[in-house]
């Protein structure tokens, strides 16, 4: 009678831990047109000298590894966090859990360096810069449109830490 009952646990954590895997996959593929929009408000708010720190910044959190340059800590952690749900979903077992930890770090840390630039950013309005204000607005969006969705990947990661640490 006990036996039955291990092998429906079994079968339920597994389950949930595909759901959080599928969960994060969709987050991840959300996450990626927020991140390139994101790019291109920086990229447009550098133009103007005072949106150009933080606006630099950004661009430097969000960076693609180069020949000559390390990728930023979100492409890293989005990186990282893509190849931990192939993993999964290929192999069909829990992960490591301090590779989930080390990912859910990750994002963590992405997510501090983009609450910082958005704490840093002023607004330009009393500058009178024609088109600075526009540029100040679509960084801004975007900032909070990025750092809410790492966090909620960032939440999913460490339930499927939760999960994986769980009696499969």
């Known amino acids: 009678m006990t036996y039955p009952t291990a092998a429906r646990s079994h079968g339920f954590a597994l389950t949930a831990l595909l759901v959080v895997i ?41 960076r693609k590894a180069g ?5 930023g800590l979100l492409f890293t952690a989005l990186d990282d966090a893509d190849a931990l749900v192939s993993t999964v979903q290929d192999e069909q077992q829990a992960p490591d859990p301090e590779e989930v930890a080390a990912v859910a770090q990750e994002l963590q840390a992405a997510e501090a360096a983009l609450q910082q630039d958005l704490a840093l950013l002023d607004n330009p309005a009393s500058l009178h810069t024609p088109g600075a204000l526009e540029a100040y607005l679509d960084l801004k969006h975007d900032l909070q449109d990025v750092v809410a969705k790492v966090h909620l990947t960032e939440i999913q990661v460490t339930k499927m830490g939760d999960k994986s640490t769980s009696k499969l």
């Open 22 to 62: 599928a969960i994060i996959a969709i987050l991840i593929g959300l996450l990626l047109p927020a991140v390139q929009k994101l790019q291109d408000s920086a990229e447009a708010a550098a133009q103007f000298p005072e949106l150009q720190p933080v606006a630099t910044d950004v661009l430097i959190v969000l």
């Open 67 to 71: 020949r000559t340059q390390q990728p």
